[in-house]
């Protein structure tokens, strides 16, 4: 199912003054493999990835920190870049999420989000798991027999080929994170959307210009809707008459 909620543009250095390792980053696609993903499993997103912070005790000095995005990725396999430099290319294309702080405590730990980054990091430089791709899609939207396909068994290592939303369910799952399926490899990036635990923060835009153009945008098209609805509502009391 499509997630739908209102966008809430967040300009990078705002985000930066704000972010947390462990936080998701959904993103929308920009290619054509993406848009089958999306049409596939008929959501928002194709993609999902993690941030970590390098020399998180000095961030407030980008001199000496860095924001990182890690990764699984089709063609590239595992891998670490700089947030700003991937927002700067997709502006508008990720969306930023968090796990609630009021998220049930699972055997009496909190959700590490430090602890996932660095699980995600162990595996940088590592291969992308075509086969968890081809197997999700199968298991979830194809019909038998090729739904009865069995499951790829969790696996504590951060090297084991995943797609990315294996890789970071898996990184979720060892560190106490929510659990959106029983298996990592039956998730797809919009389950960490449409979950409750989660909480969207807003949309990453390379600067603030560009992120209120895209507020005005949404406040434009929110102001619509009313006058949309309003209309609507006085037809019917027209009918009804």
Excluded at 122 to 139: A, D, E, I
Excluded at 198 to 222: C, F, I, M, N, W
Aim: charged fraction near 25%.
């Amino acid at each position: 199912m499509t997630s739908k909620r209102m966008l809430c543009p967040l300009a990078y250095a705002d985000y930066r003054q704000m972010a947390a390792s462990g936080d998701l980053l959904l993103c929308r696609p920009a290619s054509a493999e993406g848009r089958l993903i999306t049409a596939v499993t008929d959501s928002t997103f194709s993609h999902v990835s993690m941030v970590v912070w390098i020399n998180a005790h000095r961030r407030d000095d980008p001199t000496a920190s860095a924001l990182m995005l890690v990764e699984s990725l089709q063609h590239k396999g595992k891998r670490m870049v700089p947030l700003s430099e991937e927002i700067a290319r997709y502006s508008g294309f990720y969306d930023v999420y968090r796990v609630h702080q009021s998220f049930p405590r699972l055997y009496g730990c909190a959700y590490d989000g430090e602890a996932a980054a660095a699980y995600m990091c162990r595996g940088v430089n590592t291969r992308y798991g075509w086969g968890n791709l081809v197997r999700v899609l199968c298991r979830r939207y194809l019909p038998r027999p090729f739904s009865a396909l069995p499951p790829v068994r969790n696996d504590s290592d951060p090297r084991a080929r995943r797609d990315c939303s294996a890789q970071v369910h898996a990184a979720m799952r060892m560190n106490f994170g929510p659990l959106l399926r029983q298996h990592d490899c039956d998730v797809v990036p919009n389950d960490f959307a449409t979950d409750p635990r989660l909480h969207y923060l807003g949309t990453l835009y390379a600067d603030s210009e560009a992120a209120q153009s895209a507020a005005k945008a949404v406040e434009t098209e929110r102001l619509h809707r009313l006058a949309m609805d309003a209309s609507a509502a006085l037809d019917e009391e027209d009918e009804a008459a």
